[in-house]
């Protein structure tokens, strides 16, 4: 369909101008680019948003559930600082006091003869099977070591 044009309109159209009736290529190119720079915006967003949690995560922190959840409360109340406390604590080593208390506890077991784990808050029992009380008189006492006395003297304290 060969449409004639206005006699007021220049001969040589500029590319973005589209002739009636046909697609307008510009128009669908740029609908194309915003929908994939909206995508592309929203997860760079959600990666910058998840980062303290996939650092807590890589370094195997203990502290993991909490940055999760900081992470969590700041996406949904939009209040930055629980992002930025999730952050900093997920670049803190926080010393892990548990693990050295078991193993002291498990070798306290092991020296007293009792199988690990049995000893939770149990109540020492005779081997008829008696409970001992704290109070009784035929519980034997036990020495303690003797404290050793060294033969040196103290060496003199020199102040710079």
Same mark, same amino acid.
């Given at each position: 369909?060969?449409?004639?044009?206005?006699?007021?309109?220049?001969?040589?159209?500029? &590319?973005?101008?589209t002739?009636? /009736?046909?697609?307008?290529?510009?128009?669908?190119v740029?609908?194309?680019?915003?929908?994939?720079?909206?995508?592309?915006?929203g997860?760079?967003?959600?990666?910058?948003?998840?980062?303290?949690? %996939?650092?807590?995560?890589? @370094?195997?922190?203990?502290?993991?559930?909490?940055?999760?959840?900081?992470?969590?409360?700041?996406?949904?109340?939009?209040?930055? !600082?629980?992002?930025?406390? /999730?952050?900093?604590? !997920?670049?803190?080593? &926080?010393?892990?006091?548990?693990?050295?208390? %078991?193993?002291?506890?498990?070798?306290?077991?092991?020296?007293? /003869?009792?199988?690990?784990?049995?000893?939770?808050?149990?109540?020492?029992?005779?081997?008829?099977?008696?409970?001992? @009380?704290?109070?009784?008189?035929?519980?034997?006492?036990?020495?303690?070591?003797?404290?050793?006395?060294?033969?040196?003297?103290?060496?003199?304290?020199?102040?710079?």
């Amino acid at each position: 369909m060969n449409v004639p044009l206005n006699p007021a309109a220049p001969q040589h159209l500029p &590319i973005f101008i589209t002739p009636p /009736g046909e697609t307008d290529v510009l128009m669908a190119v740029m609908a194309a680019v915003l929908v994939l720079s909206v995508l592309a915006v929203g997860l760079l967003f959600l990666r910058l948003h998840t980062l303290p949690e %996939r650092i807590a995560h890589r @370094s195997h922190k203990l502290q993991f559930e909490i940055v999760a959840v900081l992470g969590l409360l700041a996406l949904f109340t939009h209040i930055h !600082a629980f992002w930025v406390a /999730g952050l900093l604590l !997920a670049l803190i080593d &926080i010393p892990d006091f548990g693990n050295p208390l %078991r193993r002291m506890a498990g070798s306290l077991e092991k020296i007293a /003869g009792m199988k690990p784990g049995e000893g939770g808050g149990e109540t020492p029992k005779e081997p008829d099977g008696s409970v001992i @009380s704290a109070d009784d008189p035929k519980e034997s006492t036990v020495e303690g070591p003797k404290t050793l006395t060294s033969s040196r003297t103290p060496k003199e304290k020199i102040h710079a």
